[in-house]
Every structure is written in structure tokens, then in C-alpha cells.
């Protein structure tokens, strides 16, 4: 994967052009360590310009599936990041003019790896608890808006996501009920 190195950042590509595992510069000592998270000025040296307007925190417990939502009107951008345990964070595109629609990208984050999954307005977003718990903050670029969320079937056969599975997953009821890609309302 080709990298982009700013002093505090460094960008990791993944297989589709703009979505991108963002890992911190850490800096440790015997008292524990620190990271920047964010910075508007760094983001933008790295390309990632968007206004971020609302934090989220989640707390899940293990193998809880949470996804894989999307807003079809008020799209929103996402930096997901782990600052306690484990997870397997999933990208969809969901953008039908891309040469990557219907393809999917998971990335493990972790409060070990500190990394950082920017996913653009267009995708799909989940993940799956590894770890005995997880705590996932994640920026959005526009606000919640419940009568424009939408959610995409975790376990569509189409997609095949491999969500690294032993057992069955924890999902809430109106997960269960995501619809398959081949009905989805997408992007242009």
C-alpha cells in the first residue's frame, strides 16, 4: 500500500482510492503515551478537507455487529477509531458510477494500533467487536439524520464480507433487517 508521511500522520491506502487507514505518530514514555487525533491542518495536507460537525462513542460488548449504515440523504464521512479493545471495521462503496461499487474493505482498529479508517460520504459503514469490549469514537462529517439512515444486510451472500466469525454475531433487530445491494438505494 503506498504511504503518505506528514510529521504527525502517517496515510495508508487500501484498495479503493479514498478511503484510507490513518496512523498516528505515538509518542510513549513510562507515563503512557500521547497521539493527535485530529488536526484540520494536518488532514488537509493529507487530503482529507471535509468539516467534521458531530463525535459519536459507541460501546459494544464481543461479537456484537453493529452495521452497516449509511445515510442516503446528509451523507456522511466517517473517522472511525478504537480507544479501548478491538474491532473489524467494514467499508462498503455504495457509489454505482465507481469502479469499486459493491466491494468492501475491513481493517482491524485497535486501542494497540491506535489506527484511524477514513471512510468518504458513499460507503457503508460497520464493524464487529473482537475484543471483550470496545469503545469506537468516530467524527461524522454531517449530522444524524434517522429519516435518511439506511442499512445494508451485514450478511449479504453478494457481498460475502468475511466479518472473521466463530459464532454467530450479536445483532440488533433492525440490523437483522438491512436489505441485500441488489435493492439498496445507493449513490450516484
Same mark, same amino acid.
Given at each position: ?66 452495521? *452497516? ?7 456522511? $464521512?466517517?473517522? #472511525? ?5 478491538? %474491532? /473489524?471495521d467494514v467499508a462498503v462503496d455504495l457509489r454505482r458510477s465507481s469502479a469499486t461499487f459493491g466491494k468492501w474493505e475491513s ?9 484511524? *479508517? ?7 459503514? $460497520?464493524?464487529? #467487536? ?5 469503545? %469506537? /469514537? ?14 445494508l444486510a451485514w450478511n449479504d451472500p453478494d457481498l460475502n464480507i468475511n466479518w472473521e466469525l ?23
Amino acid at each position: 500500500m503506498p504511504e503518505t508521511n506528514i510529521e504527525s500522520i502517517k496515510k495508508i491506502s487500501t484498495s479503493f482510492p479514498d478511503v484510507w487507514v490513518l496512523e498516528p505518530r505515538v509518542y510513549g514514555d513510562e507515563r503512557g503515551f500521547f497521539l493527535e487525533s485530529y488536526s484540520e491542518r494536518v488532514f488537509a495536507q493529507i487530503g482529507i478537507r471535509e468539516r467534521f460537525v458531530q463525535d459519536n462513542h459507541s460501546r459494544s460488548i464481543h461479537n456484537v455487529l453493529r452495521g *452497516l449504515h449509511y445515510q442516503i440523504k446528509q451523507q456522511q $464521512g466517517k473517522l #472511525v477509531r478504537v480507544v479501548d479493545g478491538e %474491532v /473489524l471495521d467494514v467499508a462498503v462503496d455504495l457509489r454505482r458510477s465507481s469502479a469499486t461499487f459493491g466491494k468492501w474493505e475491513s481493517v482491524h482498529l485497535s486501542e494497540e494500533n491506535k489506527k484511524m *479508517l477514513w471512510i468518504p460520504a458513499g460507503f457503508a459503514h $460497520g464493524f464487529r #467487536v473482537i475484543s471483550s469490549s470496545a469503545h %469506537v /469514537l468516530y467524527k461524522a462529517t454531517d449530522y444524524y439524520a434517522p429519516e435518511h439512515e439506511r442499512t445494508l444486510a451485514w450478511n449479504d451472500p453478494d457481498l460475502n464480507i468475511n466479518w472473521e466469525l466463530q459464532s454467530e454475531p450479536i445483532v440488533s433487530a433492525r440490523d437483522q433487517r438491512g436489505v441485500l445491494l441488489r435493492h439498496a438505494e445507493c449513490f450516484d
